[in-house]
C-alpha cells in the first residue's frame, strides 16, 4: 500500500461517483423490484445504470495519459512503461477471473470475460498507443477500430443468420464468443457476452477517448479554457452519439455500438468538465471550498476504487452462498436475512430494495473511509 502522488480532485471524484454508482446498481435489495434506470437496458437504448462501465474506461484513459503519457514524453524507458502497465492488466485480469470463480471454483464453466477482464484488456491495448503514437494517429486508430468493428457487424454473415442482425445472441459478436468461448459466457445467455471480445475493441476506443482528454489537460491552455472546450467536447460526442443511432447502429450497451462509444464518452465529458471546473479551475475560493466539502466522499471513494470495486463484488457473492439454518429445516441466505428487516419497511417493494442498495452503499464507504484515515491507497 502506498501514498498516492500528486492527482486531479477532480479525476478523484469522478472516479468515487462511478464506483458509488457501480454499488449501487449492482446490490439491490430484490433484483425483480427496480427502479428502470437502476437496470440496464433490456437491449437497445439506454439508462443510467448503462453510463457507469463507459466512465471507468473514460477515467482509466484519462489517468493514462496523466501518469504513462507524461513519463514517456519526458524521457522514460518506454519498454519498462509497457512491461509495468501489462503487470497491472494481467493483475486487474486476474482478479476479475478470481471472483467469477468464486466460490465454486468450476474450472470447466467458469466465466472467462468480465468487467474487470475488459478493464484489463483495454489497459493493455491502450499502453503502446499512449505511448508510442501521437494524438492525430491516436484519433486515427480510434477511427480504424470502430470502422471494423461497423464493417463486421453490419456485413459478415454470421453463419446460420445472415448479416447485419443486431439481435441478443446473433450479431458478429456473439459469433465470435461462442467460437472461442463456448461454455464460459455470461450464464444468463450462455450464446452471447455483454463483455465479449468482439466488443472490446469500441470499448478501448471509449479509454482512448479518455486518453485523449488527458493529453489535452497537459496541453499548454489555461484551465478554464481546457474546461470550455471540454464541455463543447461533450456536447459534440453527445450529438454523433445520436446521429450515429439513427444512420449506423443503435445505442447498445452490451454490444457497445459505435453510438453508444460517442453518447456515453458525451456524458463523461460532461460530467468530468463540471467536476474539473469545481475542484481544480473554479476562481471562486468560497465556492471552490464548499464543493470540495460536498464531493470529498466521492474523492474518499475514488481514491480506493479498484479495491471497492473487487471488495464489494465479493462480499456480494458471499451473501449469495453464505446460507443459514431456519427453525422449519430450510436455510436462507445471508443476504436474503440482512434485506428481511428492510424489506419489511411500509414503503414499497422498489423503495426497500433500493434502500438497501443505499445501505450497502453506505457500508462500502465507511470502509473507504477507514482506509483513508489510515492513509491506505491500494494500487494496483
Given at each position: 500500500?502506498?501514498?498516492?502522488?500528486?492527482?486531479?480532485?477532480?479525476l478523484?471524484?469522478?472516479?468515487?461517483?462511478?464506483?458509488a454508482a457501480?454499488?449501487?446498481?449492482?446490490?439491490?435489495?430484490?433484483?425483480n423490484n427496480?427502479y428502470?434506470?437502476?437496470a440496464?437496458?433490456?437491449?437497445?437504448?439506454?439508462?443510467?445504470?448503462?453510463t457507469?462501465?463507459?466512465?471507468?474506461?473514460?477515467?482509466?484513459?484519462?489517468?493514462?495519459?496523466?501518469s504513462?503519457?507524461?513519463?514517456?514524453?519526458?524521457?522514460?524507458?518506454?519498454?519498462?512503461?509497457?512491461?509495468?502497465?501489462a503487470?497491472?492488466a494481467?493483475?486487474i485480469?486476474?482478479i476479475?477471473?478470481?471472483?467469477?470463480?468464486?466460490?465454486?471454483?468450476n474450472f470447466?464453466?467458469?466465466?472467462?470475460?468480465?468487467?474487470?477482464?475488459?478493464?484489463?484488456?483495454?489497459?493493455?491495448?491502450a499502453?503502446?498507443?499512449?505511448?508510442?503514437?501521437?494524438w492525430?494517429?491516436?484519433l486515427?486508430?480510434?477511427?480504424?477500430?470502430l470502422?471494423?468493428?461497423s464493417?463486421?457487424?453490419?456485413?459478415?454473415?454470421?453463419?446460420?443468420?445472415?448479416a447485419?442482425?443486431?439481435?441478443?445472441?446473433?450479431?458478429?459478436?456473439?459469433?465470435i464468443?461462442?467460437m472461442?468461448?463456448?461454455g464460459?459466457?455470461?450464464?444468463?445467455?450462455?450464446?452471447?457476452?455483454?463483455?465479449?471480445?468482439?466488443?472490446?475493441?469500441?470499448?478501448?476506443c471509449?479509454?482512448l477517448?479518455?486518453?485523449l482528454?488527458?493529453?489535452?489537460?497537459?496541453?499548454g491552455?489555461?484551465?478554464?479554457?481546457?474546461t470550455?472546450?471540454?464541455?463543447?467536447?461533450?456536447?459534440?460526442?453527445?450529438?454523433?452519439?445520436v446521429i450515429?443511432?439513427?444512420?449506423?447502429?443503435?445505442?447498445?450497451?452490451s454490444?457497445?455500438?459505435?453510438?453508444?462509444?460517442?453518447?456515453?464518452?458525451?456524458?463523461?465529458?460532461?460530467?468530468?468538465?463540471a467536476?474539473?471546473?469545481?475542484l481544480?479551475v473554479?476562481?471562486?475560493?468560497?465556492?471552490?471550498?464548499?464543493?470540495?466539502?460536498?464531493?470529498?466522499?466521492?474523492?474518499i471513494?475514488?481514491?480506493n476504487?479498484?479495491?471497492?470495486?473487487?471488495?464489494?463484488g465479493?462480499?456480494?457473492?458471499m451473501?449469495?452462498?453464505?446460507?443459514?439454518?431456519?427453525?422449519d429445516?430450510g436455510?436462507?441466505?445471508?443476504?436474503?436475512?440482512?434485506?428481511?428487516?428492510?424489506?419489511?419497511?411500509?414503503?414499497g417493494?422498489v423503495?426497500?430494495s433500493v434502500?438497501?442498495?443505499?445501505l450497502?452503499?453506505?457500508?462500502?464507504?465507511?470502509?473507504a473511509?477507514?482506509?483513508?484515515?489510515?492513509?491506505w491507497?491500494?494500487?494496483?
Amino acid at each position: 500500500m502506498t501514498t498516492p502522488a500528486s492527482r486531479l480532485s477532480s479525476l478523484d471524484a469522478f472516479r468515487g461517483f462511478t464506483i458509488a454508482a457501480m454499488v449501487l446498481v449492482n446490490n439491490p435489495g430484490d433484483w425483480n423490484n427496480l427502479y428502470s434506470q437502476l437496470a440496464h437496458a433490456k437491449w437497445h437504448g439506454w439508462t443510467f445504470t448503462d453510463t457507469i462501465f463507459p466512465f471507468f474506461l473514460f477515467i482509466g484513459g484519462v489517468s493514462m495519459a496523466l501518469s504513462l503519457g507524461r513519463l514517456a514524453a519526458e524521457g522514460a524507458d518506454k519498454p519498462r512503461l509497457l512491461a509495468k502497465l501489462a503487470k497491472r492488466a494481467a493483475l486487474i485480469f486476474l482478479i476479475g477471473f478470481l471472483l467469477n470463480l468464486i466460490p465454486y471454483f468450476n474450472f470447466d464453466k467458469v466465466r472467462i470475460p468480465g468487467v474487470l477482464q475488459r478493464i484489463a484488456l483495454c489497459t493493455l491495448l491502450a499502453a503502446p498507443i499512449v505511448v508510442y503514437c501521437g494524438w492525430r494517429l491516436q484519433l486515427a486508430i480510434i477511427a480504424a477500430l470502430l470502422t471494423v468493428y461497423s464493417a463486421f457487424m453490419l456485413f459478415y454473415p454470421v453463419p446460420g443468420i445472415g448479416a447485419g442482425v443486431l439481435e441478443p445472441g446473433k450479431d458478429f459478436g456473439a459469433y465470435i464468443d461462442r467460437m472461442l468461448l463456448d461454455g464460459h459466457m455470461w450464464v444468463q445467455s450462455k450464446t452471447w457476452d455483454p463483455e465479449g471480445l468482439f466488443s472490446t475493441l469500441p470499448a478501448l476506443c471509449s479509454q482512448l477517448f479518455g486518453v485523449l482528454a488527458g493529453r489535452f489537460l497537459l496541453s499548454g491552455l489555461t484551465r478554464i479554457e481546457q474546461t470550455v472546450w471540454l464541455l463543447l467536447a461533450g456536447l459534440l460526442f453527445l450529438w454523433l452519439g445520436v446521429i450515429l443511432d439513427a444512420i449506423l447502429m443503435p445505442i447498445n450497451k452490451s454490444l457497445w455500438t459505435p453510438s453508444y462509444c460517442f453518447l456515453m464518452t458525451g456524458w463523461a465529458l460532461l460530467i468530468f468538465s463540471a467536476f474539473f471546473w469545481l475542484l481544480d479551475v473554479n476562481p471562486y475560493g468560497a465556492v471552490r471550498a464548499a464543493a470540495a466539502r460536498w464531493t470529498r466522499p466521492f474523492q474518499i471513494y475514488g481514491m480506493n476504487a479498484l479495491f471497492i470495486f473487487a471488495f464489494s463484488g465479493l462480499v456480494a457473492k458471499m451473501f449469495g452462498y453464505i446460507k443459514l439454518a431456519q427453525p422449519d429445516g430450510g436455510t436462507v441466505s445471508l443476504g436474503r436475512t440482512l434485506y428481511a428487516p428492510v424489506r419489511d419497511l411500509p414503503i414499497g417493494a422498489v423503495n426497500t430494495s433500493v434502500l438497501y442498495a443505499l445501505l450497502f452503499n453506505a457500508a462500502m464507504f465507511l470502509l473507504a473511509w477507514g482506509m483513508w484515515r489510515k492513509r491506505w491507497f491500494v494500487k494496483v
